[in-house]
């Protein structure tokens, strides 16, 4: 006599999606781009003085350096006749000809027993970044005495 089995039909469950492998991939494309990202560098602080409604009565012991920026992206240095063009290509932001001028006057400060010191007249066209580079430069050579203008003589 043959016996007949019954069979329970598999249960109809809903699918489900197994998830733990996509964890471990999403883990490994992370650390991928936190690997291969580049990190760009901060930029220095500098302590720097505002233009002030009263200017002080006490001149400096040396001729502070006058850096212009114009709304081009061109740097210059100096005022009227001794004005000379330094940097003016905007994808160059390390501004070489300016961070050699300036460390000529630093030097030249340094060895007068004096502080250096700059103002900088930024054309109100002029974009942020362009000013940024040129404090970078500034920074790149231990100036630290900054001021803003907005005259130049």
């Keep these: 006599m043959a016996r007949h089995r019954k069979y329970e039909a598999a249960e109809e469950s809903d699918p489900a999606l197994d998830i733990s492998s996509l964890i471990d991939v ?13 990190i760009t560098p901060r930029e220095s ?14 001149q400096p012991e040396i001729e502070p350096m006058f850096i212009r920026i114009e709304g081009n992206g061109a740097v210059y240095t100096g005022a009227g006749a001794s004005q000379q063009a330094m940097d ?5 932001r390390e501004l070489p000809l300016l961070r050699g001028q300036l460390d000529m006057y630093a030097s030249a400060a340094r060895a007068a027993n004096s502080k250096p010191l700059v103002q900088i007249y930024a054309d109100g066209d002029a974009t942020q ?7 970078n430069a500034l920074a790149g050579v231990n100036i630290n005495s900054v001021t803003f203008t907005d005259l130049l003589d």
Excluded: H, K
């Excluded at 602080?45 to 006490?58: F, I, Q, R, V, Y």
């Excluded at 003016?88 to 160059?92: G, K, N, P, Q, T």
């Excluded at 970044?129 to 404090?135: A, G, M, T, Y």
């Design 26 to 38: 999403c883990f490994l494309l992370l650390i991928y781009f936190i690997v291969t990202s580049t």
């Design 129 to 135: 970044q362009r000013v940024i580079d040129v404090l």
């Design 88 to 92: 003016s290509d905007l994808s160059v």
């Design 45 to 58: 602080d500098l302590g720097m003085a505002l233009p002030a409604a009263n200017p002080s009565s006490e």
